[in-house]
């Protein structure tokens, strides 16, 4: 089937072949996917997977992990196209039937598959499947609201209480907050802000969000959305929602929040005047003489989790900023401990910028400082350290990832399966004298490493697997879709 598009396509012109390619870039989609799928089968098919579903790298994490790099996405973006994948692969075989023919595109399926979330009884499922799969090559070119609501049309008929009824530049800047209009009761609020001040907003966010207890019933997503209104109102810390007058959390509150911005002396300095308030920016225009364009005089800053931030920008809203210099240990010695120094650590995070995975951009300010070749065998240096976030420093440390790393923070990476990446400090094109080498690796042969099943034995646990978090979650919200269930079935009031 698949050699019969590329045929095809070979043979026509125009926007034509526009569209023969992107039914054969469907059909290579829904390939993908089922690959995928295949990934996480063979994963629970192998010795102790009933085991690995207790880890927090559980069997789903470890598939994501592998197939992320593969794909040149990133790990979240992996994990749910998995979920997608597999479920197509296991409740929706004829809209599967249908995408590996290329009829519709990857859009249509990751809607059916959000919007049918809840429906969880056998022969419900079967109905809305059979029914989408007849209908859903007529829906390719409705919008996207228009297609939940096609979708949602045959929920409804076959399981009603399975509607996702409640689905829970610099002079730019705005916020907007309006009501949703749907008469759920929550508003949407909607804001430009400087790269900065959002970084600042999002980890306030996560500290009033953590002034809770951990039996607090709300997702971190519910918190932050509560710890907005917290924050404004000028509350300390976000009220714990777990019901206890014991609570462990009472009284607690926000810890301070810093935003770390890396730029060079240069960039600090600079004079150059930057409007950044009043009427918006008007539509650039042509120079009168283009060959006084060039490069601009100081290279711009980057803000920790963001991105890049002007210079002038930089400069204005920095001018006041505690500054801390980032010094190069270049040839210096090893450090005589385990966790670097002080100046050591902030070297690599302004070395590295985000974490060092392929296609990982976690902040390094939120990542652990990994030893690559692990430490005693490998000595604490700047040619031995580098970001990992935690999920990824778990997978280096249990899930057979191997990497090695060059004087200059290149890492190279191996994957369990056999494949290769290769990654580049983050500072390599905005701050490259960062990246100049330091002194090589110092390695003590005679110490042994810990044999991967001792190191498995100290892999964090989940307190209950993801298939079952994730059956409470659909539980809860069916219980909270059933009154409305319970009213259309009621009998007319004549």
Known sequence: MFEQ??????????????????????????RRLSAAADVLDRMYAADGSAERDQWILDNYAAVAAEIAPTQHVSLGLA??????????RDRFPGVNAVFMTGAISY????????????????????????????????????????????????????????VRRA??????????????????????????????????????????????????PRTQEQRRGDALAAAVSGAKGLPCACGSNECPAAGLTASNVVVHVVASEDTLNDETPAELDG??????????????????????????????VPAPIVAAKLAVARRRPVR?????APEKRRVPS?????????????????????????????????????????????????????????????????PDGTVDWLSPTGQKYTTHPGSRLLFPSLCRPTAPAVVDPSVDLLDDAVRCLKMPRRKRTR??????????????????ADERNKPPPF
Request: aromatic share 6%.
């Open 5 to 30: 598009l590329v045929e095809a396509a070979d043979g026509i012109s125009g926007a034509g072949a526009a569209g023969a390619w992107a039914r054969i870039e469907n059909a290579a989609c829904a």
């Open 79 to 88: 994990a749910s196209q998995l979920a997608i994948a597999v479920a197509l």
């Open 107 to 162: 859009r249509e399926v990751a809607a059916i598959v959000s919007r049918t979330r809840l429906v969880q009884d056998g022969d419900a499922l079967a109905g809305v499947d059979a029914a989408i799969a007849g209908n859903v090559e007529e829906w390719t070119t409705l919008s996207l609201m228009k297609l939940h609501t096609k979708i949602d049309f045959w929920v409804d008929r076959f399981d009603p209480a399975a």
């Open 167 to 216: 689905e829970n530049s610099s002079r730019s800047r705005y916020v907007d907050v309006r009501d949703s209009g749907n008469g759920t009761g929550v508003a949407y609020i909607e804001a430009t802000v400087y790269a900065h001040d959002g970084e600042l907003i999002d980890q306030r966010l996560d500290a009033f969000a953590a002034t809770v207890c951990e039996n607090d």
């Open 279 to 308: 009427d918006k920016p008007v539509e650039a225009v042509e120079p009168d003489d283009p060959t006084l364009v060039g490069p601009a005089a100081t290279g711009p800053g980057y803000v920790m989790g963001r991105r890049v």
């Open 328 to 332: 190069h240990p270049g040839d210096a």
């Open 342 to 406: 002080a100046a050591l650590a902030w070297f690599v995070r302004c070395r590295d910028l985000t974490c060092r995975f392929p296609n990982c951009d976690k902040p390094a300010t939120q990542c652990d400082i990994d030893h690559t070749i692990p430490h005693p065998r490998g000595a604490t240096q700047a040619s031995n350290l580098k970001c990992l976030c935690r999920t990824h420093h778990l997978c280096k440390t249990f899930l057979g990832w191997r990497d090695r790393q060059h």
């Open 467 to 484: 298939e079952q978090s994730r059956a409470d979650a659909i539980k809860a919200e069916r219980q909270r879709n059933q009154p409305y």
